[in-house]
């Protein structure tokens, strides 16, 4: 399984990314998937995770400005993040559920 994570870069706070994840590897679409980040000095968290059946969760901090998505055509899940504030600073990941091996993760970097 491989993951490879994209989209990452430099906004000012209130703006927007999209980030992507591609997935190869995997034997069928019947899979899970996670978005977490990991900001400098902190733990790993949970931002949004979708199941098979497209059932999406997301944690309280990015509600209402996050959304995941998934183009099982094109092995994608993404990550929309709007009104990015400066606590969002992080390295993204993403990561099937349960997890597998870590991709590079892609660096997310707001200015206030």
């Known amino acids: 399984v491989r993951l490879m994570e994209s989209g990452g870069g430099l906004v000012q706070s209130g ?35 979708m199941g098979a059946s497209g059932i999406s969760n997301h944690a309280d901090a990015v509600k209402g400005r996050f959304t995941i998505s998934r183009d099982n055509a094109k092995n994608t899940v993404y990550l929309q993040m709007n009104s990015l504030k400066a606590e969002d600073t992080a390295v993204y990941y993403c990561n099937t559920i349960p997890l597998g091996p870590w991709g590079a993760g892609t660096q997310v970097t707001v200015s206030s």
């Open 15 to 49: 703006g927007s990314l999209r980030l992507s994840c591609t997935t190869s590897g995997l034997p069928s679409d019947n899979y899970a998937i996670g978005w977490f980040r990991q900001a400098p000095g902190k733990d790993r968290e949970g931002v949004a995770c």
